[in-house]
């Protein structure tokens, strides 16, 4: 994956879709189906007891020195964090000959970065070896017409004309590719270059943690930044942290790069990025439980213009209770995703109104469905014991199934043996929900989907019982972006100056992407961030001098 997921979907000659194949459905090994309050253990609120004011809101947090400090660094650079970004940065700057600590709040290298399969590139001498050849200019086209033109040119032209240069820098810092390049299954282009083994944690992270340290950069683990040292003149210093035993350390630095891996796992700063508190309490969380918003925080205390309203959230569809697979062959029904994604259904609102084409997860944008359910209250899939049939023919596929809905019946999937007993049985209007289900069934039989376009493979009939309803959660996984940064990877203030020796690289500062995540070019969000950590790290060599 990148730092998500993808779902495809295949369609035979006779217009039926097979069931769904997935891949890398499992996070740095940590593809545990975690609750929210689970997920969010050791993420405090940005201001802790005063969630409501508006220093909270804002993700603020305090730049006052700590009481005590029980060890005192002086380094070049410090970078927070030790994920896909934190280690480009940390090579790029130790390669740089600038003294380098990585601080990392857990146990090892890797964060959501682990887990992912690959990353973008466009003209590397893999694909020039598969004969792939893929025109950069109908990417930047692409992504920016599909931004409506409101993401920055100037950052993807910046990462499309890089890539290949970025690859070619991975493998001489021993970074192990498959081989394979290809679109990922569902992308437009064939720019995805799968990591040794398909995982960062085989083919990126080991090597990339040896390269750095052999350039002589230092790594803290379990020690988290805790807030920025800012001069009387406004300049960025150095970081305090604070370790796991409860130790302080004061990080003098001439710049501080954070890559912190965004704010996936707060959810006082999750609203600001767009995600409705009723998604917050139900979604299922597969982000690293240590990606707690530390950059984002601690870039507000400096100053920082937010990026976060205009963040995008990288989340799928799902079934609360349906189990996660962690390791292949990944079942079509993981998560509940392909019953919810692969089409053949009926979704509907807290209204039993019917409000999208419940295709757009194959045809469109894998991230799309989970941003068009967050304008609901609540949103339901609606199918029937034929779609069950069809997506569990596989025996092992079959017994997850029954498990399942053994575990999940009258929680969050209701059966019926009509319509009407449906709507009763999980509170939606009765006579709308029946209204609904006619409406559709007649776009079926006339081939046509008068409502919303849906092609016409996909439209299949909700005609025999038993009848099924399932809510709709979010597989919350990422948000891209929250600090405000410039092609420099600076950060930038309220009136979009640089801030003086900060930088934020990766899910910290990325900006390709305006609300949406739009999952056409496949690795990009990785690519995005080995870019902008090689990128902070050279400007704040410049910086520095």
């Given at each position: 994956?990148e730092?998500?997921?993808?779902?495809?979907?295949?369609?035979?000659?006779?217009?039926?879709?097979?069931?769904?194949s997935?891949r890398?459905f499992?996070?740095?090994?940590a593809?545990?189906?975690?609750?929210?309050?689970?997920?969010?253990?050791?993420?405090?609120?940005p201001?802790?007891g005063?969630?409501?004011n508006?220093?909270?809101?804002?993700?603020a947090?305090?730049?006052?020195?700590?009481?005590?400090?029980?060890?005192t660094?002086?380094?070049?650079?410090?970078?927070?964090?030790?994920?896909?970004?934190?280690?480009?940065?940390?090579?790029?700057?130790?390669?740089?000959?600038l003294a380098?600590?990585?601080?990392?709040?857990?146990?090892?290298?890797?964060?959501?970065?682990?887990?992912?399969?690959?990353?973008?590139?466009?003209?590397?001498?893999?694909?020039?070896?598969?004969?792939?050849?893929?025109d950069?200019?109908?990417i930047?086209?692409t992504?920016?017409?599909?931004?409506?033109?409101?993401?920055?040119?100037?950052?993807?032209?910046?990462?499309?004309?890089?890539?290949a240069?970025?690859?070619?820098?991975?493998q001489?810092?021993?970074?192990?590719?498959?081989?394979?390049?290809?679109?990922y299954?569902?992308?437009?282009?064939?720019?995805?270059?799968?990591?040794?083994d398909?995982?960062?944690?085989?083919?990126y992270?080991?090597?990339?943690?040896?390269?750095a340290?052999a350039?002589?950069?230092?790594?803290?683990?379990?020690?988290?930044?805790?807030?920025?040292?800012i001069?009387?003149?406004?300049a960025v210093?150095?970081?305090?942290?604070?370790?796991?035993?409860?130790?302080?350390?004061?990080?003098?630095?001439?710049a501080?790069?954070?890559?912190?891996g965004?704010?996936?796992?707060?959810?006082?700063l999750?609203?600001?990025?767009?995600?409705?508190?009723?998604?917050?309490d139900?979604?299922i969380v597969?982000?690293?439980?240590?990606?707690?918003?530390?950059?984002?925080?601690?870039?507000?205390?400096a100053?920082?213009?937010?990026?976060?309203?205009?963040?995008s959230?990288?989340?799928f569809?799902?079934?609360?209770?349906f189990?996660?697979?962690?390791?292949?062959?990944?079942?079509?029904?993981n998560?509940?995703s392909?019953?919810?994604?692969c089409?053949?259904?009926?979704?509907?609102?807290?209204?039993?109104n019917?409000f999208?084409?419940?295709?757009?997860?194959l045809t469109?944008n894998v991230?799309?469905?989970a941003i068009?359910?967050?304008?609901?209250?609540?949103?339901?899939?609606i199918?029937?014991?034929?779609?069950?049939d069809?997506?569990?023919?596989?025996?092992?596929?079959k017994?997850?199934?029954?498990?399942?809905?053994?575990?999940?019946?009258?929680?969050s999937i209701?059966?019926?043996?009509?319509i009407?007993?449906?709507?009763?049985?999980?509170?939606l209007?009765?006579e709308?929900?029946?209204e609904?289900v006619e409406?559709?069934?007649?776009?079926?039989?006339?081939?046509f989907d008068?409502?919303?376009g849906?092609?016409?493979?996909?439209?299949?009939?909700l005609?025999?019982?038993p009848?099924y309803?399932?809510?709709?959660?979010?597989?919350?996984i990422?948000?891209?972006?929250?600090?405000?940064?410039?092609?420099?990877?600076?950060?930038?203030d309220?009136?979009?100056?640089p801030?003086?020796?900060?930088?934020?690289?990766?899910?910290?500062?990325a900006m390709l992407?305006?609300?949406?995540?739009t999952q056409?070019?496949?690795?990009?969000c990785v690519?995005?961030?080995?870019?902008?950590?090689?990128?902070?790290?050279?400007?704040?060599k410049?910086?520095?001098?």
């Open positions: 994956m730092e998500s997921f993808e779902l495809t979907g295949r369609i035979e000659e006779a217009g039926r879709p097979q069931p769904l997935r890398g499992m996070l740095g090994g593809a545990l189906g975690l609750s929210m309050a689970a997920a969010l253990a050791g993420c405090g609120s201001s802790d005063d969630a409501g508006s220093e909270a809101e804002k993700g947090a305090s730049t006052d020195a700590p009481a005590t400090v029980d060890e660094l002086d380094v070049d650079v410090v970078v927070v964090g030790a994920g896909i970004a934190g280690l480009s940065a940390a090579v790029q700057a130790s390669e740089e000959g380098t600590l990585v601080l990392e709040k857990a146990t090892a290298a890797g964060g959501n970065g682990a887990g992912t399969e690959g990353i973008f590139g466009v003209g590397s001498s893999l694909q020039k070896g598969l004969n792939i050849d893929v950069p200019v109908e930047v086209r992504e920016l017409e599909e931004s409506q033109w409101r993401s920055s040119g100037a950052l993807w032209y910046d990462l499309v004309s890089h890539s240069e970025n690859i070619a820098w991975l001489e810092n021993g970074v192990e590719f498959s081989g394979v390049v290809d679109n299954g569902s992308g437009l282009f064939e720019t995805m270059h799968w990591w040794k398909n995982a960062g944690a085989v083919g992270v080991p090597p990339m943690q040896a390269a340290e350039n002589g950069a230092e790594f803290r683990f379990s020690t988290g930044a805790t807030s920025l040292v001069g009387e003149d406004g210093r150095g970081v305090y942290a604070q370790t796991d035993d409860g130790k302080t350390l004061q990080v003098n630095a001439k501080v790069i954070l890559a912190s965004g704010i996936g796992a707060n959810r006082e999750l609203p600001q990025a767009g995600m409705p508190e009723a998604a917050i139900e979604m597969m982000c690293v439980p240590t990606v707690c918003g530390d950059g984002f925080t601690m870039a507000s205390a100053g920082c213009k937010s990026y976060l309203p205009n963040a959230i990288q989340a569809t799902a079934i609360e209770g189990p996660m697979d962690t390791e292949p062959p990944y079942s079509t029904l998560c509940g392909g019953i919810v994604s089409g053949l259904n009926i979704w509907v609102d807290q209204d039993a019917r999208t084409d419940e295709s757009i997860s469109f991230a799309t469905p068009t359910c967050m304008g609901n209250k609540e949103s339901y899939v199918f029937n014991q034929a779609l069950l069809m997506l569990s023919q596989d025996p092992a596929d017994e997850y199934l029954d498990a399942a809905l053994a575990e999940t019946m009258g929680k209701y059966e019926a043996d009509t009407e007993a449906l709507g009763e049985a999980c509170g209007p009765v709308t929900l029946k609904t409406m559709y069934n007649g776009f079926c039989r006339d081939g008068g409502q919303f849906k092609p016409k493979e996909f439209l299949s009939e005609a025999q019982p009848f309803a399932a809510k709709i959660s979010n597989l919350f990422v948000v891209d972006g929250g600090i405000a940064t410039n092609i420099r990877a600076e950060v930038l309220g009136q979009q100056n801030i003086p020796g900060l930088y934020a690289a990766g899910l910290d500062g992407w305006h609300n949406v995540y056409n070019m496949p690795g990009t690519g995005n961030n080995v870019h902008t950590g090689r990128v902070a790290a050279m400007n704040a410049a910086y520095i001098g």
